[in-house]
Every structure is written in structure tokens, then in C-alpha cells.
């Protein structure tokens, strides 16, 4: 059973430039959620994609969007990169209707800003 | 709001120490509760989950209680190892309609030496 994977694995990109990143959900989720994790600090939460819909969105600027695709699968893109958008980002996914809400992380994406 | 506050790090034990990491929340709602555990260079690993109040979470040897007279949910472990050297995050979600988003403390860097 596969579980979360994002792509890629690092990233270094220029101020003002655009990135895209992916990530796969655990086999049978639906809902992805995309997390910010400066260092030393814990996730914080960009955006949550059910049903190819954003449907609930944390405290970030609209630099941040992104999509779901049929097949659950999201992307993040992030517009004018600044040097504080430098963070590992993590996708996680869950099942709508599932018990405990809980999430299941990918191993993220090292996103440096220069 | 929602939120998650634990204990600040870092912790240095012994191998076969006692160790207890604190944790309180604060939610509107009945919050499902989670430890996250973080190896260096990867991204989160679900440790143990708790659902409702008195339930005891456990996992590899660490414990945590949900209890809802204190809002807390310290985790445990009677013996630490030298592998289990890591950054633990407590975490909740609550079940709300279109909103099921996770909160994380901030993180506590544990560090077990032989």
C-alpha cells in the first residue's frame, strides 16, 4: 500500500520566480492538506482540496494556490517567492468519512528560497 | 481558536530514562488528539491517536491519555532508547462541517545519548 509522496524531494528557486509541487495521496484518501514547516517550528496549515475544491484555506497570502486533480492527487503552486517562503512543505491526505480524522504525511518537499 | 501548546525543548535524557512530554489544548468542539513524530530529514510519522476522552493512545512503547478535565495529553514512555531521539508534536483535528484542519504545537526536540 503505497503511502504519501511529493515531488520533488528539494527545490531551489529565486526570489520572484513560481514553483509547483506534487504530492500523491495515501491509496483509497480523498482529501488532501498542504502544511508550511519553517525550522524549528511546527506545521502550519496552507489549504485542505476534497472533491477538486479548495474548501478551507489557513492564513497564507493568495500567492499560495492549488489544485486537486480526479484522481485525488494536488498541487501547490506558490507565485513571487520570497526568501521566507524557504520551508519544508508536506502534503497529507485523509479519507472524508473516516473515524479519527487523522492524517498521513508525505515526506515533503525542501523548498530554498535564494 | 484551536491550538496545541507542549512542552519546550530541548530534552536530553539518558538511555532508559523516564519520559513525559506535555502537552494542552484548547477547542471548541471535541477534539480527536495525536502525537506526530519527526525524524531528522523527513516528514511527520503518526505515533498514536486517541478519539475521545479517557482513551489511551499507544505505540513502540509511548503512552498518552486523552483527558478532558485538564485539556491535556502528555505522552510517556517508561524506558527511552537511543533511536527514539527525535521531534514529537502534539497535534488535533476537530470534525467540524468543511473544516477538519490539524493544529500543531510547536515541536520538542528529544535527545536520548547512550
Known amino acids: 500500500d503505497a503511502g504519501v509522496t511529493q515531488s520533488p524531494t528539494h527545490l531551489i528557486k529565486t526570489r520572484g520566480q513560481q514553483v509547483t509541487l506534487r504530492c500523491s495521496p495515501k491509496?483509497?484518501?480523498?482529501?488532501v492538506s498542504w502544511y508550511q514547516q519553517a525550522l524549528g517550528q511546527g506545521p502550519q496549515f496552507i489549504f485542505q482540496?476534497?472533491?477538486?475544491?479548495?474548501?478551507q484555506r489557513g492564513n497564507f497570502p493568495d500567492r499560495f494556490s492549488g489544485h486537486q486533480f480526479p484522481n485525488y492527487s494536488s498541487e501547490l503552486n506558490v507565485n513571487a517567492l520570497l526568501l521566507g517562503d524557504s520551508a519544508l512543505y508536506l502534503c497529507?491526505?485523509?479519507?472524508?468519512?473516516?473515524?479519527?480524522?487523522?492524517?498521513?504525511f508525505g515526506p515533503g518537499t525542501r523548498l530554498t528560497v535564494t | 481558536g484551536d491550538s496545541v501548546t507542549q512542552m519546550e525543548g530541548p530534552v536530553t535524557l539518558s538511555e532508559e530514562a523516564f519520559l513525559t512530554i506535555n502537552c494542552t489544548y484548547t477547542a471548541t468542539g471535541y477534539p480527536s488528539l495525536f502525537w506526530y513524530v519527526q525524524y531528522p530529514g523527513e516528514g511527520l510519522q503518526l505515533l498514536l491517536k486517541a478519539t475521545k476522552a479517557d482513551d489511551k493512545g499507544s505505540n513502540k512503547g509511548f503512552e498518552a491519555t486523552y483527558r478532558k478535565e485538564t485539556t491535556s495529553f502528555h505522552l510517556e514512555k517508561g524506558s527511552v532508547q537511543v533511536s527514539d531521539s527525535a521531534v514529537y508534536f502534539c497535534?488535533?483535528?476537530?470534525?467540524?462541517?468543511?473544516?477538519?484542519?490539524?493544529?500543531f504545537g510547536a515541536g520538542t526536540r528529544l535527545t536520548v545519548k547512550p
Open positions: 497529507a491526505s485523509s479519507l472524508e468519512h473516516g473515524y479519527s480524522y487523522e492524517q498521513y
Open positions: 491509496s483509497g484518501h480523498d482529501t
Open positions: 482540496y476534497y472533491e477538486e475544491e479548495e474548501r
Open positions: 497535534a488535533l483535528s476537530v470534525q467540524r462541517y468543511n473544516n477538519n484542519d490539524m493544529r
